[in-house]
């Protein structure tokens, strides 16, 4: 009897010794997608590492998905090499091994920093995000600012920046849902927060809702009042509507806290002399020109101001039986059509092909006994 062993544990030993066997092999493949890694091999590397996380013995190792990171990090820094460019998505790959292995396994894996490491490959990440969005593949671009923004998460950070910069690109691909949700947790974070809603404004206003932009604005204004930007833009919206009282508000703050431009007094002088306060519009329009002397819009205002002023004076004076009232009325018209000739004709040297400008300094020129000028801009009328 004590010449036979037992069948069982004859069994047992060879399924043990076949189990080794089959572990050993696969720990060996780990062991040469190592050395092709320090050979800068690889391409070889990766045939080997993806047998190792497909097979029963290896594909829960936490290490088994470190290396394949490794692998597919390298594949992207010898992207220029023959063969290397056939590999996709090598950054996402490595990004996901990285994940994985540390899913695994937590802190150290083998001696190795598995989660520093992952947290530094979401800077190549955002670096390659950058590339994308330079080269315009703003949509792809979108994908790796998200990627980074993920990973940073994993480590209790906030990429702010990458939320940021996927706005920026998912816009620029016209994906304007993620872009405004994108924009609008920026503003929650306070990142940015006045440059955000504007983009949002803004592309409500490509949208062509304005009603929706106008919501925004009054939303970022009550967070930040005094933001000129937020501003102007609320103006433009009001201006839009004909809410013309609500932008001279904003205006007037405007200017108060010395963010007026050119285009503010513009802004401000159209809507008084809309109402017709003229003294308040010639001052604004003055201003403006103060500002910048070649304005043609504001030229061409001050100068149709005058006249039009000149002209409603001239039609008093004709209702006039007593000739002395009419003649010293008469004159005062003449004044005002006087005053809007420079402006008019400063307007036509800016712009000197625009119809409307040729056309009132025409009728100014007969109201002001200026033949051959009028003959000239007829001319020149005709011409165009």
């Known amino acids: 009897m004590s010449g036979f062993r037992n069948p069982l544990v004859y069994s047992l030993s060879l399924i043990l010794l ?36 497909e097979h029963a013995e290896t594909m829960n190792r936490a290490d088994t998905w470190y290396y394949r990171g490794l692998t597919f990090e390298g594949i992207y820094s010898e992207r220029t090499k023959v063969g290397y460019d056939k590999v996709s998505n090598p950054l996402f790959e490595a990004a996901h091994s990285y994940k994985k292995a540390l899913g695994l396994e937590s802190g150290n894996i083998g001696g190795h920093d598995v989660a520093g490491r992952y947290q530094i490959l979401s800077n190549t990440i955002f670096q390659e995000g950058v590339n994308l969005y330079d080269q315009k593949a703003f949509l792809s671009s979108a994908h790796y600012f998200e990627y980074c923004e993920e990973i940073k998460a994993t480590n209790g950070e906030i ?12 816009e620029n691909a016209r994906m304007y849902t993620e872009a405004v949700s994108a924009y609008q947790r920026c503003a929650d974070i306070t990142y940015r927060p006045e440059f955000s809603y504007l983009s949002i404004a803004s592309i409500y206003n490509r949208l062509e809702d304005d009603q929706k932009a106008l919501e925004v604005i009054k939303k970022a204004r009550a967070l930040y009042p005094n933001h000129i930007d937020l501003l102007t833009n609320e103006i433009n919206l009001f201006l839009k509507y004909g809410k013309y009282e609500e932008a001279l508000e904003n205006l007037d703050l405007v200017i108060e806290n010395g963010g007026a431009n050119q285009f503010i007094y513009f802004a401000r002088g159209t809507i008084y002399n809309n109402q017709q306060e003229i003294e308040k519009a010639e001052s604004d329009y003055l201003m403006a020109l103060q500002i910048d002397s070649l304005y043609f819009d504001a030229l061409y205002n001050l100068g149709a101001l005058y006249f039009n002023y000149g002209a409603d004076i001239f039609n008093k004076a004709s209702e006039l039986t007593d000739d002395t009232a ?9 004044t005002q059509f006087n005053k809007a000739v420079p402006f008019l004709e400063k307007a036509n040297a800016v712009k000197p092909t625009d119809k409307s400008t040729i056309q009132s300094l025409m009728q100014l020129y007969l109201r002001t006994k200026q033949e051959s000028k009028y003959l000239e801009m007829k001319k020149k009328l005709e011409g165009n």
């Open 18 to 53: 076949l189990s080794s066997h089959f572990l050993f092999g696969q720990l060996k493949t780990i062991v040469k997608v190592q050395n092709h890694l320090r050979q800068g091999e690889h391409l070889e590397a990766l045939d080997l590492i993806n047998e190792a996380t």
């Open 159 to 170: 990429d702010s920046l990458a939320i940021y910069n996927q706005a920026l690109a998912y």
């Open 326 to 334: 009419y003649q010293k009325v008469k004159k005062e018209a003449e």
